[in-house]
């Protein structure tokens, strides 16, 4: 499964998430660890850019994803929807490390305000 996330050059994207396991339950996140990085080619290369996560309630597996269209600043053209791969890496307090569905990240061109 392939998730595509949008996020505007000169805004943010920020979500509300929550962490199932395969019989949809949530996964509790205490001492859990989740990271997102963009890179141009799917784990390979360069890290262009890093999620912010923030685990808001572990008990119930729900996270805030956000994603800072400045931070990709020098990454493809600015007048062009330029893209990269991500991925979420979730580490459990024993060290295994899980990780979850590959991320099409759309960089949008800025808009007019």
Known sequence: MTIT??????GDFYREWQLLD??????DLTGHTLEMDAREIAGDGTVLASAV???IEPANGI????WRGEDFDGYGERTAV????????????DGV?????????????????
């Not at 996270?63 to 956000?66: D, G, I, K, L, W």
């Open 63 to 66: 996270f805030t994803v956000r």
């Open 97 to 113: 490390r899980d990780v979850y569905p590959y991320c099409l990240l759309e960089i949008l061109p800025e808009s007019t305000e």
């Open 5 to 10: 996330i949008g996020i505007p050059r000169n």
């Open 22 to 27: 395969y019989d949809e339950q949530p996964i």
């Open 82 to 93: 330029a893209r990269a791969a991500s991925d979420l890496k979730h580490t459990y307090p």
């Open 53 to 55: 996560i923030s685990i």
